[in-house]
């Protein structure tokens, strides 16, 4: 009998192989990403403290598509990099969160970097 996988499951593993190699620090946090079926999160943290520095998802009143689409996460990248820069973060690592780089992902950092983020 065929076993079938768990999506999740590989996923997080993903995730961590990758968290094994970025971190976050105070010249350089990280731009974390995370989708669920309904919506699209990012964050920009600082793991040497702990502390989520700039955060931006769907839910946000000021971001008008309210699903998990490609021009939600134009818009997500969009206001996560002005918020960044309103606090003087330029440079950042990118945390693709065990996904692969395309799509929403990949629209996502393209419009983070065409708001001004250098990764």
């Known amino acids: 009998m065929v076993n079938k996988t768990d999506r999740k499951l590989e996923r997080t593993r993903r995730h961590l192989r990758v968290r094994t190699k970025i971190s976050g620090t105070s010249e350089r946090p990280r731009l974390c990403v995370y989708r669920s079926n309904s919506n699209l999160y990012a964050q920009i943290i600082d793991d040497t403290k702990g502390v989520t520095l700039v955060s931006s998802s769907t839910l946000d009143k000021d971001i008008k598509t309210k699903h998990a689409n490609k021009e939600a996460a134009k818009e997500i990248?969009?206001?996560?990099?002005?918020?960044?820069?309103?606090?003087?973060?330029?440079?950042?690592?990118?945390?693709r969160g065990g996904y692969i780089y395309h799509g929403v992902v990949k629209e996502l950092a393209e419009a983070a970097r065409e708001g001004g983020l250098e990764f």
């Open 77 to 95: 990248g969009a206001s996560i990099a002005k918020k960044a820069l309103d606090k003087n973060i330029k440079t950042i690592v990118f945390d």
